[in-house]
């Protein structure tokens, strides 16, 4: 089959890899229809996140039809079409029992999550192609995937409905949806949202529909926060102002009650401490660039709420512990339990409640994968979401 794999920073290429099969009795093969680049497939791009090998295939964000189900999975039948969690989770252990996916302890084969061990303390859980740090699983970005524990993970599309509807269920819906929850949003409530990426835009879109009375949304992209505006954000351009002097403005001298990060680890900005934090990157003395984290937590008002949904994989410098501590902020983050969340937001979507075309700017067959990879970074104003298509049009 073809598939976009992973050979080194900013080398993805579309090369033919043998079909996968059925290893366990509960997978399932997945004829891959549309799948999507995430914000999260450029930390692996720029090789920001550690544990990749040439040749591993990319993508987590994707849906297709079952070709072909294990015998020990009884929930699933060949023909039906599928959006796939990019969270593998086995359903059934401590975890996955308080519904903590995004922790499942069984995923991430044993030898792969020491690594993660060292680094983390506890191991992580498996995710589709992102990194032997996860299980070194083969990703979706391609003809063909296998789904593990896909008698717990699959969501079953109902016919007529569209790919482009419902694709983000596998990822940034949910993420931008918990984004929001982590948020505790109370009636009347200002959320600052940072970053109108996909994850931005969601989480804006989400903490409306959770009840907060004002959104305000930070980016530079023009276009990006034009959409956020078609949400009914407010918006600030950090090129054009300072963001926690124009936020104290804008709230009445309080600040926000509850502020969203929806950056991560590779923030932009001339900033000192962001220009800092890249040199020292670029050196191999740092990891992540924490600017926006720093930013969001003296931003927040005292006694505020502080949602994590962007990536870091590492350690932050100077990260404001005492305004932290100080201020009383609840802060909450982690990989989403799409499994959590993915009934719910099908069922809104079908009703009309949510929308998730709005940010899809471009359509591409597979084959070309690696010139979408470079648009998403490049060209971020104008490519919001690149969708690829490795069956051709027909969905
Ligand atoms: N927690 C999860 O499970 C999960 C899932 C998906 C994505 N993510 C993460 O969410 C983050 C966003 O993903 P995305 O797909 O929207 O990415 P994206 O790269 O498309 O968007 C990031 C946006 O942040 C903006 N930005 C950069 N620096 C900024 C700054 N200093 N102030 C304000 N805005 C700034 C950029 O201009 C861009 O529009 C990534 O870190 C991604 O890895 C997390
Ligand atoms: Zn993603
Ligand atoms: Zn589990």
């Known amino acids: 089959m073809r598939a976009l794999t992973w050979q080194g920073k900013h080398d993805v290429r579309v090369e033919t890899v043998p079909d996968p099969g059925i290893v366990n009795p509960r997978d399932a093969i997945v004829r891959v229809t549309s799948t999507a680049i995430c914000g999260s497939d450029l930390h692996l791009y720029d090789h920001y996140i550690p544990g990749m090998k040439a040749g591993d295939i990319l993508g987590h964000e994707f849906m297709g039809e079952v070709v072909e189900v294990g015998p020990g999975n009884s929930a699933l039948s060949v023909g039906q079409r599928v959006v796939v969690p990019f969270v593998i989770a086995c359903g059934g252990c401590f975890f996955c029992q308080k519904q903590q996916y995004a922790a499942c302890d069984n995923s991430n084969p044993a030898e792969k999550a020491d690594v993660s061990e060292v680094a983390y303390g506890y191991p992580m859980t498996g995710a589709f192609g992102y990194s032997h740090l996860t299980g070194g699983y083969a990703g979706g970005q391609a003809e ?20 482009d509807r419902v694709l983000f269920l596998s990822d940034i819906l949910p993420t931008g949806w918990m984004a929001a929850e982590n948020c505790a949003i109370e009636s009347g409530d200002t959320v600052a949202v940072w970053g109108c990426g996909p994850v931005g835009l969601f989480a804006i879109q989400s903490a409306f529909l959770q009840g907060a009375e004002r959104v305000i949304a930070i980016d530079h992209h023009p276009h990006r926060l034009e959409l956020a505006k078609v949400l009914g954000a407010e918006v600030i351009d950090y090129e054009e102002v300072k963001v926690r002097e124009a936020l104290v403005e804008m709230t009445g001298g309080i600040g926000p009650d509850a502020c969203i990060d929806a950056v991560g680890m590779e923030s932009h900005g001339m900033s000192i401490d962001n220009v800092v934090d890249q040199v020292k990157a670029s050196v191999g003395l740092g990891t992540d660039r924490p600017h926006v984290l720093r930013q969001v937590i003296m931003a927040c008002r005292k006694g505020g709420r502080v949602s994590i949904p962007g990536v870091y994989g590492g350690f932050a410098d100077k990260f404001p512990v005492g305004a932290l501590m100080e201020k009383g902020l609840t802060i909450k983050t982690g990989q989403t339990h799409v499994q959590r969340y993915k009934d719910k937001l099908l069922q809104m979507i079908l009703e009309g409640a949510i929308d998730t075309t709005f940010l899809i700017s471009h359509r591409l067959p597979l084959e070309d994968a690696a010139k979408g990879y470079r648009m998403f970074k490049e060209q971020q104003n104008e490519v919001t979401k690149v969708v690829l298509k490795p069956d051709g049009w027909r969905h």
């Open 144 to 163: 063909y995937v296998r789904v593990p524990y896909a008698d717990v993970g699959p969501v079953v599309i109902p016919d007529g409905i569209e790919d």
